[in-house]
């Protein structure tokens, strides 16, 4: 089946300094990618849309300058947080878009410091 | 407005006891589909079923099937036999279709499942 590969897993990071995030698509092209995040006993909240080659959409009071999204190829986007503060600590899942299914990477669990 | 409305925030079923988790949705969009995932302790997103708005028949895999009721615009998923290892938080998602063809999902509140032995 259509694999995610997200790292890291978990990440510790110091107030003020940057943090990358990768998805891998294994075994399929991934033209779109979503980017989630997700509070401790909430819901997935959809941060941005990526589509390879173009810029991505961001979802409605998602700070386009914190949250950089890249999605350079077929095979990877990578979600890289800014000057993250102690607030953005959470849990962050990617998904490729495939047909009409959806594979979720295993999500990294950002914790600042 | 919420589109995807779960309201059960936990359910607690014995072991072996058959369980219903309820979806509502909103939306005007005759095509659409339906997805419900189970996030265990670790975070992971793992697929359960999937239901388009045309197909004529209830989704099924395995355990897991889905009461589809489209007049009353509901989804709900059922799980057979419950085991221990059902324990989990439960979401009901959403393909929303955007202009130009963009697609995004969008989650419900999910219920948090306890199977007691």
């Known amino acids: 089946g259509a694999v995610v590969s997200q790292h890291p897993s978990r990440v510790i990071c110091k107030s003020g300094t940057s943090v990358k995030i990768e998805c891998r698509s294994l075994d399929f092209q991934a033209t779109t990618m979503f980017w989630y995040r997700q509070f401790p006993k909430q819901s997935l909240m959809l941060m941005a849309t990526s589509n390879e080659g173009s810029k991505a959409t961001y979802e409605q009071g998602v700070e386009k300058d914190k949250f950089l999204i890249n999605h350079a190829s077929l095979t990877l986007s990578t979600l890289t947080v800014t000057s993250a503060h102690p607030e953005d600590s959470s849990f962050y899942i990617c998904?490729?878009?495939?047909?009409?299914?959806?594979?979720f990477g295993s999500g990294t669990r950002l914790t600042v410091v | 407005a919420q589109k995807i409305t779960q309201t059960q925030p936990g359910m607690f079923v014995q072991e072996k006891e058959a369980v219903t988790l309820d979806c509502t949705y909103d939306?005007?969009?005759?095509?659409?589909?339906l997805f419900w995932y189970k996030q265990p302790s670790s975070g992971e997103m793992i697929f359960l079923i999937y239901?388009?708005?045309?197909?004529?028949q209830n989704a099924t895999e395995g355990r897991y099937s889905l009461n589809f009721q489209k007049a009353r615009k509901s989804a709900n998923l059922v799980i057979s036999a419950s085991q221990l290892g059902d324990s989990a938080m439960y979401f009901c998602a959403m393909r929303e279709v955007l202009i130009q063809g963009a697609q995004k999902l969008v989650f419900g509140q999910g219920t948090r499942l306890t199977i007691n032995p």
């Open positions: 239901q388009g708005s045309y197909d004529q």
């Open positions: 939306t005007s969009d005759p095509s659409y589909g």
């Open positions: 998904s490729g878009h495939r047909g009409y299914g959806y594979t």
